[in-house]
């Protein structure tokens, strides 16, 4: 008889890189999938992409969760009607608009909560520090702190540890792991701002775009416009 | 001319804590006042707690925010019907089933997305360390921690710091200050299962019981019973 495997909560945005870093977990671990909705525009086809995924993956456990919160605060254009969701600016240094003010502070706080009913071992999130939108909580470093917040703030007998598996990834990288671990991209969903036809102008479908043309695959959702954004790609990361 | 003074996110619980914590904070600060309902059993009295003490200190803001995903997730007598609320046991040293898992991260969460928005410079918790409730999410080291994640996961422009003013009080302590200080202790709520007239006998209201009897003080709350709790005093931490 083997062990039985371990409980791992992935947080699943329905996207790219939290849809790759879910086919690693899965390999190795007992699912508990956990979206989050914050008011963001994209709500709706979001959840339709989590579910979607829990379905393909046969997660054991899945939890969604609101944060409505996330939205009274404000000061982001992915949940203020007021901010328009800017066009994609990828060679950029500041923080972008669509920064939520510490969000996945409140994403892994629920995913260890959760966790720790469940003695899970492992919290997986897709983050994406370099090539990737510049928002400051997807950095290593944030991870590693925060996981000393988690050995001080929960019970002696949990173990929980983050995994950012594809945090040191180029997006290119990310799709090709994806196509040979057969992640299915076609029910994912990355755009900032359309439901049914991604805009491909957005920051997030210009990067899903950019990840796909360098990886030389086609991305298997569609898309109202298609706009060239590979460049030269130097030694992957 | 005074230079404005800063903004500071104060998490208040309507309890007897974070109601000294709060009165301390209106010294030097511009007062958000931010409340969780996370439907604990007492969540009715509370928020009327909450309100009574921004109104009293005048806040020029306050939020109240709904984390729904803890009861879902469950785990603690607070949020779980299924789970007595036990006796005072102030001896112990386990964590007690009150223990409602990893939540004062959701808590600082709430307050740093808040207070980033506000461009603050403080959020202010009530947490006391030794002489209280045996939570792990409540010790100085936790909230060092803590700090670290905020400074690397927000924005470079904001300077955030948690302030723990009362961690290493005895509770007897905090009734002396709170008089001192004037802080209304009428307006506040600490029971953890009663809503009109306090138990007397959880470990909430036995911890605050003990304090004011310590402090030679009378607690202005109505209780069903007001058992004896005072021990020999050492000196104050």
């Known amino acids: 008889m083997s062990t039985p495997r371990a409980w791992a909560v992935v947080l699943a945005s329905g996207g790219m890189d939290s849809t790759v870093t879910l086919a690693l977990a899965a390999q190795e671990y007992r699912l508990a999938m956990l979206h989050i909705a914050y008011g963001q525009r994209t709500e709706a086809r979001e959840l339709k992409a989590f579910h979607a995924l829990a379905d393909f993956y046969q997660a054991e456990r899945r939890l ?25 600016h990828l060679e950029r240094k500041d923080i972008p608009s669509s920064y939520v003010p510490f969000r996945n502070a409140h994403l892994l706080s629920i995913a260890v909560s ?11 999130i897709g983050a994406v520090a370099e090539d990737s939108s510049g928002y400051p ?8 702190a925060f996981n000393r917040v988690i050995a ?6 949990t173990c929980i540890e983050i995994a950012t598996p594809v945090i040191h990834w180029r997006k290119s990288e ?8 057969k992640a299915p991209f076609e ?5 900032y701002q359309a439901e049914d036809v991604a805009c491909g102008v957005c920051d997030s479908c210009a990067l899903r775009l950019r990840a796909f043309q360098e990886a030389g695959a086609e991305d298997p959702i569609p898309y109202a416009t298609r706009p060239v ?6 030694p992957s990361r």
Not at 137 to 144: F, G, L, Q
Not at 174 to 181: D, E, F, K, M, S
């Open 64 to 88: 969604v969760a609101r944060l409505d919160h996330l939205k009274q605060i404000g000061g982001s254009s992915l949940t203020d009607p007021a901010l328009a969701v800017e066009r994609a």
């Open 114 to 124: 959760w966790g720790e009913t469940l003695a899970a071992r492992k919290i997986f």
């Open 137 to 144: 909580d997807c950095r290593p470093e944030y991870y590693e």
């Open 152 to 157: 001080l703030g929960t019970k002696p007998e």
């Open 174 to 181: 990310i799709v090709r792991q994806g196509l040979a671990l």
């Open 187 to 191: 029910l994912t969903w990355s755009c």
């Open 229 to 234: 954004y590979a460049r030269a790609e130097g």
